[in-house]
């Protein structure tokens, strides 16, 4: 999900259930995918990648899904727990060079216990 | 203990005034980084470096300066030219400037309060 302005979009899921945030990219050039996770107040963390030339990549408790026929990426975390409650966006690659990572606005992901 | 540092974590000026933030890295990467974000929106890029010496402007670079004499330092100067300056700043470093498909590591952030 990608939003401008203010709100961002928002997904409340309870504690236990899976979630799915998703994102759209924009450029079919992109060639590498980021999921970073984003606690108040605090820095970017890695989740986790995926090149363009794979449709799915699975870590711990998280997967990522790539469908480039759609420009849509998503990421799909289990047994979603409260300390999952963050904002959730994701960046693209595209091509080579120093400045060639552009990010989403994200999506807030809140868990109710 | 590798990683970003950023300080202060919060920083309160008056308006009119220079200042800098720190950012520091020790994962020897070529690349460095900083951001601004403001609430609710995603990471606008300032200013980047890929190697000591040099750095580009990004999308919102005007009333911003950097420098970097230091592989492991990037500096900001966020200078009274900046008209809203009150903003989370953000500083990343990519281990490989030259190539694509590497994943940026961020500080932990400075809240940057001008009044």
């Known amino acids: 999900g990608e939003s401008v302005g203010l709100h961002l979009p928002t997904l409340s899921v309870q504690e236990g259930d899976n979630s799915i945030i998703n994102c759209a990219y924009s450029?079919?050039?992109?060639?590498?995918f980021i999921w970073y996770k984003q606690e108040s107040g605090k820095g970017p963390q890695f989740i986790i990648d995926?090149?363009?030339?794979?449709d799915k990549r699975q870590g711990q408790r998280v997967t990522v899904l790539l469908n480039k026929t759609v420009k849509h990426l998503s990421l799909q975390i289990a047994a979603t727990q409260p300390g999952d409650s963050a904002v959730y966006f994701c960046?693209?690659?595209?091509?080579?060079?120093?400045?060639?990572?552009?990010f989403g606005t994200g999506t807030r992901l809140t868990v109710i216990p | 203990d590798g990683g970003i540092t950023q300080s202060p974590k919060y920083l309160f000026r008056k308006e009119g005034q220079n200042v800098t933030l720190s950012c520091e890295q020790n994962?020897?990467?070529?690349?460095m980084y900083w951001y601004r974000q403001d609430p609710g929106q995603g990471l606008r890029l300032i200013y980047y470096?890929?190697?000591?010496?040099?750095?580009q402007k990004g999308d919102i670079a005007e009333g911003y300066s950097v420098s970097r004499e230091k592989k492991e330092s990037f500096p900001l100067t966020v200078t009274s030219a900046q008209k809203n300056p009150t903003a989370f700043y953000l500083c990343?470093?990519?281990?490989?400037?030259?190539?694509?498909?590497?994943?940026?590591?961020f500080g932990p952030g400075t809240r940057l309060t001008v009044t």
């Open positions: 990343a470093s990519r281990r490989d400037a030259g190539q694509g498909g590497y994943e940026q590591y």
């Open positions: 450029n079919s050039a992109s060639d590498y």
């Open positions: 995926i090149r363009s030339n794979m």
């Open positions: 960046a693209e690659n595209i091509g080579t060079g120093a400045n060639n990572l552009f």
């Open positions: 994962l020897n990467h070529d690349a």
């Open positions: 470096s890929q190697i000591v010496n040099d750095f």
